[in-house]
């Protein structure tokens, strides 16, 4: 059940950036004995696979910064956060030092199933949203909501490996920041087609003919 939480914790947040819970995953089992790989995906900790999830985070960093570039970088993950949320699953549900339940050890293709239908779920949240932010800020959002979600995939990994728990509440708080989000560019949407006009009144007449 924990290591379950974790898996779902770091899916949902590589679903942000995948390459961010890889990595930080990666770093723990290589230099602790905190998570232990399971057979096949010791890769994972290689001086190969760190390097390599570097080089492209570092390259997620920047393209997901700028207006425009986001949106067709976002398309692009759209094969590689929901595979990745998968992999991270499988690696952690059946990691020794996360989990003590054979169970999962021996049924590892329901955590990839669980990765990957949890973090393409987040990432289709996103690729929705940030368009329409671009568009309603001229570009200005595209940065700082980068960011935050950067640093999201970090705390959410780092709670999903350390405080399993709490993986819950942060699950959570994102789905209600995705709702509020859709209320916003619903509404935002609703206000552009209309062209600004005034809503009806009270008499149910619009308010210039009122």
């Known amino acids: 059940m924990i290591a379950a939480l974790t898996g779902m914790g770091l899916s949902a947040?590589?679903?942000?950036?995948?390459?961010?819970?890889?990595?930080?995953?990666?770093?723990?089992a290589r230099f602790t004995d905190y998570i232990t790989l399971p057979a096949?995906?010791?890769?994972?900790?290689?001086?190969?696979?760190?390097?390599?999830?570097?080089?492209?985070?570092?390259?997620?960093?920047?393209?997901?910064?700028?207006?425009?570039v986001d949106t067709v970088n976002d398309t692009i993950q759209t094969f590689i956060r929901p595979s990745?949320?998968?992999?991270?699953?499988?690696?952690?549900?059946?990691?020794?030092?996360?989990?003590?339940?054979?169970?999962?050890?021996?049924?590892?293709?329901?955590?990839?199933?669980?990765?990957?239908?949890?973090?393409?779920l987040v990432?289709?949240?996103?690729?929705?949203?940030?368009?329409?932010?671009?568009?309603?800020?001229?570009?200005?959002?595209?940065?700082v909501v980068s960011t935050v979600e950067d640093f999201s995939s970090v705390g959410l990994s780092l709670i999903a490996i350390f405080l399993p728990l709490l993986v819950i509440l942060a699950l959570a708080l994102m789905v209600w920041i995705f709702i509020?989000?859709?209320?916003?560019?619903?509404r935002w949407r609703r206000d552009r087609d209309s062209g600004g006009a005034g809503r009806p009144g009270r008499s149910g007449q619009h308010p210039d003919f009122a």
């Open 13 to 28: 947040a590589a679903g942000l950036n995948a390459y961010i819970p890889f990595l930080i995953v990666a770093l723990i």
């Open 40 to 68: 096949g995906l010791e890769w994972i900790d290689s001086w190969w696979a760190i390097g390599i999830g570097a080089v492209l985070l570092l390259a997620e960093v920047v393209l997901d910064k700028i207006p425009a």
């Open 84 to 120: 990745m949320g998968g992999l991270i699953f499988a690696a952690t549900s059946s990691a020794q030092n996360l989990d003590q339940s054979t169970w999962m050890q021996e049924h590892s293709w329901v955590g990839i199933i669980l990765g990957v239908v949890v973090s393409g």
């Open 123 to 143: 990432h289709s949240g996103k690729m929705v949203a940030r368009p329409v932010l671009n568009t309603g800020t001229v570009g200005t959002a595209a940065p």
């Open 180 to 186: 509020w989000l859709y209320l916003k560019v619903r």
